[in-house]
């Protein structure tokens, strides 16, 4: 028979022990927490402080691209070159960081100064970079016609070039019409198209009219073919036009930090 | 007061310069050319030369030819020329002179060119010689006794081809009387300064001063000159 005070004396004690032993659980929980929150925090600073970086280097690149484009003594290969690469220029994606490291914007000052000056250059590089993306594209519409349009003065050695003329002239306008380019490059490519298709017009005149010995007719056709060459200049025209606004929105979208 | 005013207002004008030249440096126009090549390109397309095809460069020149014919058509040119004999001739000299001034004086001729052939007793400016085949070499060693020739002022017609014309001539189915026209014209031509031409072309009329006694080189017979032949630098025409 046990007795009844000593039953009470260690049921306090056991009582005792577990209440120690959740405090210690306790303060050993909070001091884990407290290790990973630390750990959170400083690998969430650097992890930042990366993107802040890259951010910046990735700026700086494209800042020295945009110089270029619009250095008037750099080369049109260079300029061409420096507006292909920067359409293609990396941006960073996000700014903030992580869910889990944001907070940190909030609490430290020069965190938030950072995470804004980069989001202002990632806006800055998504404007430019899709600005400098549309006259790439319409530079490589516009070499490729002007490619075609290069074989129109090339005379053969053939007996019959005058034929010859005719079936590359035809050809060029086959080739122009079948082009697939961006909106930006419809009109030029029309443009092309029409030039084109006049001086087509003009060496099936002349040689129908040669076939025919129609001299009067020759005559006429002779001097629509010059006309339908001179007239080859309302495509560079039309480039220009176009290049212009598209350059003129670059410049904007560059300007624009 | 007058120098701080001064002060004040270079100040504010040299702060408006330097935005003023800044804005234009931003605003500096862009030149497409800078970044594209297609005006270089257009500008580098130009027409080959086109050469003009045969039977324009006839028609033109024969419409040159009318238009010269019509300007002299106001002034008649009167050539007068004499005509002899040389070795034995037994053609008919009053039918070869008779003929002779039908062709010189034929309105299909070299009188197109609004010239008159007059026959004189002598001192005409050329002579039609009627001549013995044997004789032609006398005149000048470029003269054989085979053709007609001319050798200077002497316009001469050998006998033999007078009365026979060429062999090829004949194999070829001509006309002794068009070679008559023939001989007289080509040979007259040549005193009016033509040298020979040869065929411009198959199943063309051949030009009078194509040695159509010797070969036709697939062209038609064609006793008369060419419109394109009418100019002489004989009569400076």
Redesign the interface.
């Known amino acids: 028979m046990e007795h009844p005070t000593g039953n009470l004396i260690m049921k306090s004690l056991r009582i005792k022990n577990v209440f120690k032993q959740r405090r210690i659980w306790l303060i050993g929980g909070l001091l884990g927490l407290l290790v990973i929150f630390i750990t959170i925090g400083i690998f969430g600073y650097f992890q930042q402080r990366a993107i802040f970086n890259n951010s910046d280097a990735q700026y700086g690149k494209a800042k020295s691209l945009m110089n270029t484009i619009f250095d008037t003594k750099a080369s049109r290969n260079d300029r061409v070159a420096a507006i292909a690469e920067l359409s293609k220029a990396k941006v960073t994606s996000k700014c903030d960081g992580e869910w889990w490291s944001s907070w940190q914007q909030g609490v430290f000052p020069a965190m938030k100064e950072a995470s804004m000056a980069c989001e202002k250059h990632r806006q800055h590089l998504i404007r430019s970079t899709r600005a400098a993306g549309i006259v790439t594209a319409y530079l490589r519409d516009d070499t490729a016609i002007a490619g075609q349009l290069q074989k129109l003065s090339s005379k053969s050695d053939l007996a019959n070039w005058q034929q010859a003329a005719l079936k590359t002239a035809e050809g060029v306008k086959t080739t122009i019409i079948g082009m697939h380019t961006t909106e930006d490059a419809k009109a030029l490519q029309t443009q092309a198209t029409k030039r084109v298709d006049a001086v087509v017009k003009g060496w099936n005149m002349l040689n129908d009219s040669s076939v025919k010995q129609d001299k009067t007719a020759y005559i006429e056709a002779e001097a629509r073919l010059k006309q339908s060459y001179v007239d080859l200049g309302a495509i560079a025209d039309e480039s220009d036009a176009k290049l212009v606004k598209l350059l003129d929105s670059l410049r904007l979208a560059v300007s624009q930090k | 007061m007058r120098k701080i005013r001064w002060v004040v207002s270079s100040i504010v004008g040299g702060i408006a310069l330097i935005s003023t030249t800044a804005f234009a440096a931003?605003q500096?126009s862009?030149n497409?050319?800078?970044?594209?090549?297609?005006?270089q390109?257009?500008?580098?397309?130009?027409?080959?030369?086109?050469e003009q095809?045969d039977?324009?460069k006839k028609?033109?020149a024969s419409e040159a030819a009318a238009q010269a014919a019509a300007k002299r058509s106001a002034t008649t040119i009167t050539v007068t020329y004499d005509v002899m004999t040389k070795g034995l001739v037994y053609a008919n000299l009053s039918e070869f002179k008779l003929l002779a001034n039908q062709t010189l004086n034929d309105s299909r001729g070299w009188a197109r060119m609004n010239v008159k052939f007059v026959e004189v007793a002598s001192g005409g400016r050329f002579t039609l010689v009627l001549a013995e085949a044997s004789q032609l070499p006398t005149y000048s060693s470029g003269c054989s006794a085979e053709y007609s020739c001319r050798a200077g002022r002497y316009v001469v017609i050998n006998q033999d081809r007078w009365l026979g014309a060429t062999p090829s001539w004949n194999s070829a189915g001509g006309s002794l009387r068009d070679y008559r026209h023939m001989v007289v014209n080509h040979e007259t031509g040549h005193w009016l300064g033509h040298d020979h031409q040869t065929c411009g072309g198959g199943g063309q009329p051949a030009p009078v001063m194509q040695q159509q006694s010797i070969d036709l080189q697939g062209c038609s017979f064609n006793p008369w000159p060419l419109a394109s032949e009418l100019w002489s630098t004989q009569l400076g025409i």
């Open positions: 931003d500096q862009l497409p050319a800078d970044y594209s090549s297609m005006r390109t257009v500008k580098q397309i130009t027409l080959p030369d086109i095809p039977w324009l028609q033109l």
